[in-house]
């Protein structure tokens, strides 16, 4: 029988669900919700930009162009952000999100360019002097490790040489594909204890606020920043990347981190760091 997850809650006919035994869901009827199949959330959302868009050059200098947009669809009932489905995500929306929340943090699925990410806010700049057992989350720079459990380097190793790869603003983008089989992890999409408000430092598997993969349940610290290393899937050259611990779960190695500014209140992403975003197909 296959697995199933806690949706919170389900919209069934257009309605919220409070009924415990509907709001499951398995991984097939988790697809008609358009986060986790590799070509659905591109093909629905954008259309003809996809992958490659990327590898194109900035579109220019106005505000939008290398914007980020919400991706609430079949969530805009119950989504924090589900009201600004296909709008652009701003610095504001989620700071004020995030003062509702135990930890500090707010997270929200989007598209840039074509390709998924997930942006999360962590009020890192208060909650660093708080003592850790406070549960208030904030930022870790951590060395890395891959997927044979060799330390490879520091996150700092890389943020040094290129200070744009630090979390600006309390803000962090993912590139939104599992390094196991390349499905669209979300942000507390689905409920369970990796997905609550709640942090735990180290970068382990205690606590919440993890971004968790429903294909084979893969979990990612996005407070976890660390040097990790991959292959490019055509070429099957390796690279080393800035990005986010994983937790538990099959995955091999944690997510790419997109670098990204501000542009006033807009959140836009970097393209600097392509190949890094080369894992999937
Ligand atoms: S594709 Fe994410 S856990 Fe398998």
Known sequence: MAR??????????????????????NRRQFLRYGFNTATGVLAASLGVLGFASILLPPGGSNAGDLGVVYWAKGREDEAWYGAKHLQLMTKTDFVEEAAKSNTGTAGAAGIWN?????????NHS?????PESSGLARFQF???????GKTIGHFEDLSDADPRIFPSENLVMIFGRCTHLCCIPGWQLVSNSFTEDSWTPGGGDDGGTKLFCICHSSRFDPTALEMNTNRNRSNGATF???GIRKAGGPAPVGLPLIPIQLNGDVIEGITDYIDWYTYCD
């Open 4 to 25: 199933e997850y806690n949706l919170k809650p389900a919209i069934i006919d257009g309605a919220v669900s409070n009924d415990a035994e509907s709001s499951y869901i």
């Open 114 to 122: 074509g390709v998924p990410v997930v942006v999360n806010y962590v």
């Open 240 to 242: 080393n990347y800035a």
């Open 126 to 130: 208060e909650n660093k002097d708080t």
């Open 142 to 148: 951590m060395e890395g490790i891959d997927e044979t």
